[in-house]
């Protein structure tokens, strides 16, 4: 044996003599992954859909990898402190982040972020789809998508519109109406969703654009009058309703979930992250889970999220320009 022969084989050796470590290549990087705890950044606090996703998502990753994924609570600055952590985590896969809708609508609302909402990060697949639901209060005169859109072309009166805040899902769902249909009503925010029902119920203003659960819950009650759905179709758990879609071609508010890594994961590791969600996403109990409380199971390929995901930035950065949305 040569001399540099005998050096080669004895290198791995001296390193670990050493204690420094040998770069392992990306694919034994991901047979060996996950060796350790998995953070699931959430941009949310603990409650709600997101940290609901984050948990259900992190008992599956734990169940099959045989590591503990754990739920990391990040809910403030309207999730820019948690996209904030994830872009300056190794991207080793052993830090996630669950983003929804306000991740690509904060690029329109904000005059700064300290990261692309997109070129950050690598998406990995879209977890949930779901739309918001049109209610008004019982006493208002339309009693449907037709008579309402009819309403609000030709009311004299003033028309306000609620929502549970400057920026929100509602709040830019009711600036789309207003652009598609040619109005312009007086925007009421409330802090949060829970004040804003009980402005509607006291007739404060006239409708409001609100999430799926929460709303669905005041209108069997007989609370609220539910007119529409912002989903392209109607929901299978309320097919009675219809979509606003079906009199406003076009119309279309979706709000989403996903899972994203910082930039420049390897894709070994990506595609063992991507088939560990998308076997969660694809489960029967997960899907009837999320029909349940109105959205509905969905994945995609980190590709098709990455467009998905440019697309709406730039459908919200037209809505809040030609709304005149001031940007903090």
Request: hydrophobic share 40%; proline share 8%; glycine share 10%.
């Amino acid at each position: 044996m040569n001399i540099i022969s005998g050096c080669r084989k004895k290198l791995p050796l001296l390193l670990v003599a050493l204690g420094l470590a040998i770069p392992m290549a990306p694919a034994q990087a991901a047979d060996n992954y996950p060796s350790r705890p998995v953070r699931i950044i959430t941009p949310a606090n603990p409650g709600g859909t997101t940290d609901f996703l984050a948990r259900l998502l992190a008992a599956h990753l734990t169940k099959i990898w045989g590591q503990q994924a754990i739920v990391d609570n990040r809910g403030s600055a309207s999730g820019v402190n948690a996209a904030e952590i994830t872009k300056n985590a190794d991207p080793n896969g052993y830090t996630l982040m669950i983003p929804y809708h306000q991740h690509t609508v904060n690029a329109a609302l904000l005059s700064k972020l300290p990261y692309h909402p997109v070129n950050d990060f690598t998406p990995i697949t879209q977890m949930t789809e779901g739309g918001l639901l049109l209610v008004v209060n019982p006493t208002h005169p339309a009693k449907n998508a037709k008579e309402f859109v009819q309403w609000a072309k030709t009311t004299k009166d003033p028309i306000n519109i609620g929502s549970a805040g400057i920026g929100s899902g509602g709040h830019l769902a009711g600036e789309l109406f207003q652009l598609m249909v040619g109005i312009k009503a007086q925007h009421i925010p409330y802090r949060g969703t829970g004040p804003a029902i009980v402005g509607l119920l006291g007739g404060e203003y006239h409708f409001n654009f609100m999430g799926l659960t929460g709303a669905f819950g005041q209108v069997r009650a007989g609370k609220l009058r539910a007119i529409a759905v912002t989903t392209p179709k109607r929901l299978v758990t309320a097919p009675d309703v219809p979509s606003l879609s079906e009199v406003l071609p076009g119309f279309e508010v979706v709000g989403w979930y996903g899972v994203m890594a910082p930039a420049k994961l390897p894709k070994p590791l990506l595609e063992k992250i991507h088939a560990g969600i998308v076997s969660l996403v694809k489960s029967p109990q997960f899907i009837k889970t999320m029909r349940d409380n109105g959205s509905e199971a969905i994945s995609s390929t980190p590709e098709e999220l990455r467009q998905f995901m440019l697309k709406d930035m730039e459908k919200w950065a037209d809505v809040v320009k030609r709304a005149g949305i001031k940007a903090r």
